[in-house]
């Protein structure tokens, strides 16, 4: 993945101008769309993510429904002008990936006990990629689903941490991504302090991912004061 050749940190900066504890700038919406239950919109340096939520509604089809609880369904898309190459449209091995780790990083959160037979449905669609898009879907996500009032025992919030010139560095976009050594994003339920996704790209020594994840974790919590205020921005009079 390491690609030789680019300095990405110069007199203590990254190319973006940001020191190593730096997010990107982001901005939150909630309530974007008229016909989901809930939807939220994010910028997120040169990511811009829309995520819409559906439900609790009946499950299609219906063998896939469980008697006892709801279930979380997650679509990750990207738009094919998302990326400087067009995309394909339609699912790749990574969307099914990062669909699957979304929903698991979402679910702990959701009382899926209370809508037994029922389907929480989220479908993420990036609409410009320059990494860390998961993270940012993550954190969409988790927006839209407070915004359609699903019962949840907490919020997620999202964020990575990567090595780049052989320093450990908070949320890589596209360059750093691209010619960075390592990526390590992480999903936070912040209250039950419960870590509900955690992947590893790249190699970190023991002490570098221990650096990385306390970084991680840390932009998790910033990210989270947002989306609190972002929540509450709607509720304002
Ligand atoms: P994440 O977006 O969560 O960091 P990856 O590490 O898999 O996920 O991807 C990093 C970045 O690589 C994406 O955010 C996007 O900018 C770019 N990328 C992903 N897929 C493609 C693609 N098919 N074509 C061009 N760029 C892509």
Redesign the pocket.
């Given at each position: 993945m390491k690609k030789e050749g680019v300095k990405l940190i110069e007199n203590g900066k990254r190319l973006d101008g940001r020191g190593l504890d730096e997010l990107r700038p982001i901005k939150m919406e909630i309530g974007v769309l008229k016909r989901a239950d809930g939807s939220a919109y994010v910028e997120w340096g040169e990511?811009k993510i829309m995520a819409a939520c559906y439900g609790p509604r009946e499950v299609h089809p219906r063998h896939v429904e469980e008697p006892d609880r709801a279930i979380v369904r997650v679509r990750y898309n990207?738009a094919p002008f998302?990326?400087?190459?067009r995309?394909?449209p339609g699912p790749?091995r990574?969307s099914v990936e990062?669909s699957k780790v979304t929903k698991e990083a979402l679910e702990p959160v959701v009382l899926t006990h209370l809508f037994p037979r029922t389907v929480v449905d989220i479908f993420i669609e990036?609409l410009q990629?320059?990494?860390?898009?998961?993270?940012?879907?993550i954190t969409a996500a988790a927006l839209a689903m407070a915004d359609a009032g699903i019962p949840m025992r907490d919020l997620v919030a999202s964020c990575?941490a990567g090595k780049i010139d052989g320093k450990v560095a908070l949320d890589?976009m596209?360059l750093e991504?691209?010619y960075g050594e390592a990526?390590l994003?992480v999903a936070l339920a912040p209250n039950k302090k419960q870590v509900t996704l955690l992947q590893m790209?790249g190699n970190f020594t023991r002490a570098e991912f221990e650096e990385a994840f306390e970084k991680a974790l840390g932009g998790c919590l910033k990210v989270y004061e947002m989306q609190k205020k972002t929540i509450r921005k709607k509720y304002e009079v």
């Amino acid at each position: 993945m390491k690609k030789e050749g680019v300095k990405l940190i110069e007199n203590g900066k990254r190319l973006d101008g940001r020191g190593l504890d730096e997010l990107r700038p982001i901005k939150m919406e909630i309530g974007v769309l008229k016909r989901a239950d809930g939807s939220a919109y994010v910028e997120w340096g040169e990511n811009k993510i829309m995520a819409a939520c559906y439900g609790p509604r009946e499950v299609h089809p219906r063998h896939v429904e469980e008697p006892d609880r709801a279930i979380v369904r997650v679509r990750y898309n990207m738009a094919p002008f998302s990326v400087p190459d067009r995309k394909r449209p339609g699912p790749d091995r990574r969307s099914v990936e990062i669909s699957k780790v979304t929903k698991e990083a979402l679910e702990p959160v959701v009382l899926t006990h209370l809508f037994p037979r029922t389907v929480v449905d989220i479908f993420i669609e990036v609409l410009q990629a320059n990494a860390g898009t998961r993270c940012a879907g993550i954190t969409a996500a988790a927006l839209a689903m407070a915004d359609a009032g699903i019962p949840m025992r907490d919020l997620v919030a999202s964020c990575a941490a990567g090595k780049i010139d052989g320093k450990v560095a908070l949320d890589l976009m596209g360059l750093e991504d691209n010619y960075g050594e390592a990526d390590l994003p992480v999903a936070l339920a912040p209250n039950k302090k419960q870590v509900t996704l955690l992947q590893m790209d790249g190699n970190f020594t023991r002490a570098e991912f221990e650096e990385a994840f306390e970084k991680a974790l840390g932009g998790c919590l910033k990210v989270y004061e947002m989306q609190k205020k972002t929540i509450r921005k709607k509720y304002e009079v």
